[in-house]
């Protein structure tokens, strides 16, 4: 069978096109819970880019996320983490469903984000740390954190003994870096 010249042309240029569609919708997502985040970052000290980074891992940017456990909305906050902002907030009668709500899921979550990221200011950075604690809990994050791993990042997630924690940690820290330059 014979192809015509124009579709074998036609064909490359229709696939580059739809690449450049995706991207395009891919970047307008990514680019879509901006404001949030920066309003949630501003609210609890952290840097915007880290948010987004922890966004971008725990639900890929889509608000109407649900995890296994209950997990709910951007940042997969569950009811426990929703309720502490909520009564640090001074909300009164908040229900867990509304952290499919944006805002409240970039507040609650980047509240208890800050909230892990303080029990680790002895080290070198709170951050991997805080990730860990964020993704596999605070007992966990005990366990991993003995000798030289205390203060020292490095060694830090070199014990974490998940490795599906120690891949969210490195995927939110370079994603975090990739976004530095969003909130410039």
Same mark, same amino acid.
């Not at 919708?25 to 880290?50: H, K, M, T």
């Not at 296994?68 to 569950?78: W, Y």
């Not at 929703?82 to 899921?105: K, M, V, Y």
């Not at 939110?172 to 976004?179: A, F, I, P, S, T």
């Given at each position: ?15 580059? =096109?739809?690449?450049?569609? *995706? ?17 949630? *970052?501003?609210?609890?000290? =952290? ?57 409240? #899921? ?33 007992? #966990? ?25 120690? #891949? ?17």
């Amino acid at each position: 069978m014979k192809v015509s010249r124009a579709i074998l042309l036609a064909v490359p240029l229709v696939i580059l =096109l739809a690449s450049a569609v *995706a991207w395009l919708r891919w970047l307008a997502l990514e680019r879509s819970q901006d404001e949030p985040i920066r309003a949630a *970052a501003r609210r609890y000290g =952290l840097d915007p880019a880290l948010v987004k980074a922890v966004v971008w891992r725990e639900s890929r940017f889509n608000p109407d996320a649900r995890g296994r456990a209950g997990e709910l909305g951007l940042m997969q906050i569950r009811d426990v983490a929703a309720g502490e902002w909520a009564d640090a907030e001074g909300i009164r009668g908040f229900e867990h469903s509304t952290c499919l709500d944006p805002r409240t #899921n970039t507040m609650a979550g980047t509240h208890y984000l800050a909230k892990v990221m303080r029990r680790y200011t002895n080290a070198d950075s709170a951050i991997p740390y805080a990730l860990a604690d964020y993704n596999a809990g605070r007992r #966990n994050v005990v366990r991993w954190n003995e000798g030289a791993a205390a203060t020292n990042s490095q060694a830090f997630i070199a014990q974490i003994g998940f490795p599906s924690t120690s #891949n969210y940690v490195l995927a939110v820290m370079n994603r975090y870096q990739h976004y530095r330059g969003d909130f410039k």
